[in-house]
């Protein structure tokens, strides 16, 4: 399994970074040197923010894929690579090929199977199971006093909306352990400004949206357990379980 940042590389050296270069083909170019794409034969390729490689280079890409050989920078012979292509990327790549900013017939060669992520704001519940995780982690590594996540912490993680994703849910809990005074991470070490979510109007819509988030959010809680649940809840068990139906 090999993997490469592509928006992480300079435009002028990923190139070689994939393809690899010949001893002298270049100025620095001491010895003869193997690109990942080589380097990943037998196995894995991960091509991790795909939508930030240049245009020319699409094209050698492309003609990889299809080929399944490889010219490494300033050689002649063909070298046969049988590698899996995984690719991620956090751009809209149909919005990218209507702009002419990514290769219509790239995309198709690399998107046979698509799995779409989607953002932590549409995963109700799924901020605090990450957050426990998270607090965990960096109380063992940096500050072992820490015990948890106070309520008030779990409840500001529900509420807000996570504009920047897992990375931003990391790094606030990474910054609320390190700088947490008492044994809870609580709400204020978190350091949230005000949410500017719209307010539903439609009340049966509203309603609809507040028991999903709210059940989705106890099950979280309790890891699971419906009577814990249903306690944190207000309601008795059977009434939980006719919502789950619902």
């Not at 998270?134 to 008030?152: D, T, V, Y």
Request: charged share 30%.
């Amino acid at each position: 399994f090999v993997a490469i940042n592509c928006g992480a590389i300079p435009e002028t050296l990923l190139e070689s970074e994939l393809f690899g270069h010949e001893k002298g083909a270049f100025t620095g170019a001491v010895k003869t040197t193997e690109g990942k794409i080589e380097i990943a034969n037998g196995g894995t390729l991960f091509l991790d923010e795909v939508g930030d490689i240049p245009l020319p280079l699409q094209v050698k890409l492309l003609r990889f894929i299809q080929e399944r050989t490889i010219e490494r920078i300033g050689g002649r012979k063909p070298i046969p690579v049988d590698v899996r292509i995984v690719c991620a990327t956090h751009r809209n790549l149909s919005q990218m090929i209507s702009e002419q900013e990514f290769r219509d017939d790239l995309y198709y060669r690399l998107a046979e199977i698509t799995v779409n992520i989607p953002p932590l704001t549409e995963r109700t519940g799924d901020a605090v199971l990450l957050a426990k995780h998270f607090c965990q982690r960096f109380a063992r590594e940096m500050n072992p006093q820490i015990k948890g996540l106070a309520a008030s912490a779990m409840t500001a993680i529900d509420q807000w909306n996570w504009p920047g994703n897992v990375r931003e849910l990391e790094n606030r809990l990474k910054r609320a352990v390190i700088m947490a005074e008492g044994k809870f991470v609580t709400a204020e070490d978190l350091e949230f400004g005000e949410d500017d979510d719209e307010l539903l109007l439609n009340l049966k819509a509203a309603r609809e949206q507040a028991d999903r988030k709210a059940i989705r959010r106890a099950i979280s809680r309790t890891e699971g357990n419906i009577s814990g649940a249903a306690k944190l809840l207000g309601i008795s068990r059977p009434t939980l379980y006719d919502l789950l139906k619902q």
